[in-house]
């Protein structure tokens, strides 16, 4: 090497902003194939940018795939990533084409594959579509009451992050199927973790009276976390209830000695009557004197009247988280 | 109210807003940059949805290799992504938008974001190129810019805006570099009074608009992460009362909406007087939106009673009835049955709000949900008002 190369070798910028040209991709037909091929090496050495262009071009693709092309593809995939974005775009034209048995592959996946994670992978891969609905029109043939009892973790995690998001991001809380299947799950799971987290997270707003019944009923599970968990849902059930659950609740921080289920129960008396239920926290004073505290951070935030949970919440957990 | 029925599965924060009548951005002119996200009208299912905005699938042929008509494929992309650097990234920008394939201008964009991570020289490269391409790739630049953290670094912040401030740009690039300071985690008092004398500025057209929009954005984060919202409310409320661009005095009025700071004593007897005095209908009720989340709803209930005799327009009359109703709930029902009394076209909308909580309800957001529309006024965008 001579000098003069020497010294342009030290400027690596310079030399490849004279050297080779940038490489700029250029445009191809989009091919079913191709396009698999495209999420698996995104999946396996794509940064996360890439990823997600890779899957969610799948998706958008998949509207106008051959069903059975992704299917297949569904049926025979080995790398959980892979299965997860092919998966999803099955479920995308599934929903789009409102075709619920197209997602038979990936319920076989999910509740017969040999390896956890190609089953956690097929679970994940059903969120955002209208899951709980398409398994029904599938004959509940595979439902989530039966993958949440999944002996993977992974599988189970998965069970509860789709039924939260199904709740909030397709059905924004209204939906009473979604309240009936979290209080279902969550009494299949036989895991306090996962019941908990349906039980605080899916919304009881659209709950029928039968579904509010069996809420009512975990109150008096052996797990503390399940009660404390059903104790902070039943806060969240329609106008119409409020006033069954109201008692449910002043009852159970008379009787229930657990921190968590007590601490559980004030939240959930101060949601359904939001200011007015001052008094009924107010004559729970003393009952537990490690709680006052916390009653009466309840009680300052529900001084200030505002109308909303959300912000009552808020100001109540600036007060003591 | 024709998508009413879409409401119902929206959000509920943003029900409240779309709803309450509130929702409200700028016409075509600047649509491209404008407001707070405009609402989301959510259907039931995924499903229905797409159908609606999808043409039915063409009929499937199993075979191989068939040719999927959507969308665009590219050669060479995992390639690309492996060897990404700015400038290759920066070469096929180019390519993405001749093609008008905006999933590759958004990959190519989150490349960048990644690419510049936290180095404020590779994101200076960014406003640099910014600056000197013609439209759409500013606001691709600027946008990858926005969500690296490198946007934080000093350097960074103080040149965006010293090219803000630059009169000599033309005003929508003034702009686009204000939108790239709103992910900002807090303003010190000097930058805040930098952008409010934009946003106060006559001949700064889009970038006041951008600038008010900038200063309520990093209000809304620097709450969320410290609590901290007044000396920005101050600015805002400084601008909602002087400005006069009806557009940006509505806008600085709006954007305590995202994230709702508990406002003021002081704030509210200012904000009832732009009630009472603006000469703006959408400004009034905007003002009216405002007083229904502060410390004091009795006194926002008197501002309400206050201003409700020298209103004449039915729909601002509407605003202060349901805002009452949200600032109070159900002890607001006496003001509204007075409001109903002295103006029977609201009487319906007592009646039903009686009822609504008589149904055991309190949460004002399931109140609203379950509350029937009877004026016709939501104002579209872009129409005449």
């Not at chain 2, 076209?345 to 009822?355: I, P, W």
């Not at chain 2, 399931?366 to 965008?381: A, L, N, P, T």
Request: glycine residues 6%.
């Amino acid at each position: 090497m001579g000098p003069r190369l020497l010294w342009l070798s030290l400027l690596p910028g310079l030399a490849l902003a004279q050297g080779a040209p940038l490489p700029v991709p250029t445009k191809t037909a989009c091919t079913v194939e191709g396009m698999l091929d495209e999420v698996r090496v995104a999946m396996k050495t794509g940064s996360p940018a890439y990823r997600k262009y890779a899957r969610l071009r799948l998706k958008e693709a998949a509207i106008a795939m051959p069903p059975e092309a992704l299917g297949r593809a569904v049926s025979e995939e080995r790398d959980p990533a892979v299965l997860e974005a092919v998966g999803a775009a099955l479920a995308t034209k599934a929903s789009n084409a409102q075709k619920p048995e197209l997602l038979q592959p990936l319920l076989s996946r999910a509740s017969q594959d040999a390896d956890p994670g190609l089953r956690a992978a097929a679970v994940r891969a059903l969120q955002g579509s209208p899951s709980v609905e398409f398994m029904a029109k599938n004959g509940d043939v595979v439902t989530y009451e039966q993958l949440v009892r999944d002996s993977s973790p992974e599988v189970r995690k998965a069970v509860v992050e789709n039924l939260v998001t199904e709740s909030s991001g397709i059905y924004f809380g209204h939906n009473p199927e979604l309240a009936e299947a979290a209080v279902k799950v969550a009494a299949a799971s036989g895991d306090p973790a996962v019941a908990s987290r349906l039980l605080g997270e899916v919304s009881m707003e659209a709950a029928s009276p039968e579904v509010v019944r069996k809420l009512t009923g975990q109150l008096r599970s052996e797990d503390a976390g399940l009660r404390a968990a059903a104790a902070k849902a039943l806060g969240g059930v329609p106008g119409s209830e409020s006033a069954g659950a109201r008692r449910s609740l002043t009852s159970l921080y008379r009787s229930d000695s657990d921190l968590a289920v007590r601490k559980a129960s004030l939240e959930g008396i101060a949601r359904l009557g939001q200011a007015q239920s001052r008094p009924v926290l107010e004559s729970l004073r003393g009952v537990d004197k490690r709680l006052d505290p916390e009653l009466d951070a309840w009680l300052s935030a529900l001084q200030k009247n505002l109308q909303e949970w959300h912000l009552i919440l808020r100001e109540k957990q600036r007060l003591s988280p | 109210m024709t998508s009413r029925p879409l409401f119902k599965v929206a959000l509920a924060g943003l029900v409240l807003l779309v709803a309450l009548g509130v929702v409200w951005w700028r016409g075509a002119d600047r649509a491209d940059d404008a407001g707070p996200p405009p609402p989301v009208a959510a259907t039931p299912s995924t499903a229905t949805a797409s159908n609606a905005a999808v043409a039915p699938p063409p009929a499937a042929h199993a075979g191989p290799r068939e040719e999927i008509p959507l969308p665009g494929c590219w050669d060479g992309l995992a390639a690309l992504d492996q060897s990404a650097t700015l400038e290759s990234l920066h070469a096929a920008v180019a390519s993405a938008i001749q093609a008008r394939d905006t999933a590759l201008v958004a990959y190519l964009q989150e490349r960048l974001t990644e690419l510049v991570g936290k180095d404020p020289d590779r994101a200076l490269q960014l406003v640099a190129w910014a600056v000197n391409a013609a439209p759409p790739e500013p606001a691709i630049y600027l946008e990858a810019l926005k969500a690296a953290p490198a946007v934080r670094h000093p350097r960074v912040t103080e040149k965006l805006l010293a090219v803000a401030e630059n009169k000599s740009l033309f005003t929508q690039d003034r702009a686009a570099v204000l939108d790239a300071l709103e992910t900002q985690h807090h303003f010190t008092p000097e930058t805040r009074g930098r952008i409010k004398a934009i946003a106060l500025d006559e001949s700064a057209d889009s970038a006041a608009w951008v600038a008010t929009r900038t200063l309520g954005r990093v209000m809304k984060e620097d709450y969320e992460r410290t609590g901290t919202y007044a000396p920005y409310w101050k600015d805002l409320l400084d601008i909602g009362t002087t400005s006069d661009d009806t557009a940006v005095r509505l806008l600085a009025l709006e954007m305590p909406s995202y994230s709702n700071p508990l406002l003021d004593s002081d704030s509210i007897d200012t904000l009832a007087k732009v009630m009472r005095t603006d000469k703006e209908r959408d400004v009034r009720e905007m003002a009216a939106f405002r007083l229904a989340v502060t410390e004091d709803p009795q006194k926002a209930l008197a501002a309400y009673r206050a201003a409700f005799d020298g209103e004449h327009d039915l729909c601002v009359r509407w605003a202060f009835l349901r805002f009452a109703v949200r600032a109070a709930g159900a002890d607001a029902l006496p003001l509204v049955e007075e409001f109903a009394r002295k103006d029977p076209r609201l009487r319906q909308d007592y009646l039903d709000f009686k009822a609504l909580y008589a149904s055991g309800t309190t949460d004002f957001a399931r109140i609203w949900m379950g509350k029937k529309e009877h004026h016709d006024c939501v104002v579209e965008e872009g129409a005449p008002h």
